[in-house]
C-alpha cells in the first residue's frame, strides 16, 4: 500500500491530490529559513507523534472543533493559529481556537509553493 493510501485509511478521508504528491515526494518537510514545519506521513512515522499529520490532527481535534474534512498541515508559532487543510475544497488557512479563519491559498500545492518562496527570499 503507498503511502498515500496508507495516510487516507488510517484517517478516514480522501485527501486532494496534491497533498498525496507531497506525501509521496517527500513525507514531510521542514523550511529551515522561515521556521516552518509542513506535517505529512512516512509508514516509519510513530502517528501519534509530530511531524505525523494524524498526531497534529488528532491533537487539535477538540481544541479546535474541528471537522471530519480539516486536516492539521502546519502550526503557525503564533496565537495559537494551526495551519489547516480542508480535504474536500484544497483550500488552505490558519484557524485558532475561536474558529477564526484566514485563507492563504486555494490549494495544498499553491501554498506550498508559497512556503519555497519565502524560505528562498
Not at 478521508?13 to 523550511?31: C, H, Q, S
Not at 516509519?44 to 479546535?64: E, H, N, W
Request: with cysteine.
Amino acid at each position: 500500500m503507498s503511502a498515500p493510501n496508507e495516510l487516507e485509511s488510517i484517517m478516514g478521508i480522501r485527501l486532494p491530490e496534491d497533498y498525496n504528491e507531497f506525501i509521496n515526494d517527500f513525507g514531510y518537510k521542514v523550511f529551515e529559513n522561515i521556521s516552518m514545519e509542513v506535517y505529512g506521513y512516512k509508514p516509519s512515522f510513530d502517528i501519534g507523534k509530530l511531524p505525523c499529520v494524524v498526531a497534529a490532527t488528532r491533537m487539535s481535534q477538540q481544541d479546535y472543533s474541528l471537522k471530519k474534512n480539516e486536516i492539521v498541515i502546519s502550526n503557525t508559532g503564533y496565537e495559537d493559529f494551526l495551519v489547516i487543510l480542508d480535504v474536500e475544497t484544497g483550500d488552505v488557512y490558519e484557524l485558532n481556537r475561536s474558529r477564526l479563519k484566514n485563507t492563504l491559498a486555494n490549494s495544498f500545492s499553491n501554498w506550498l509553493s508559497d512556503l519555497k518562496t519565502q524560505n528562498n527570499s
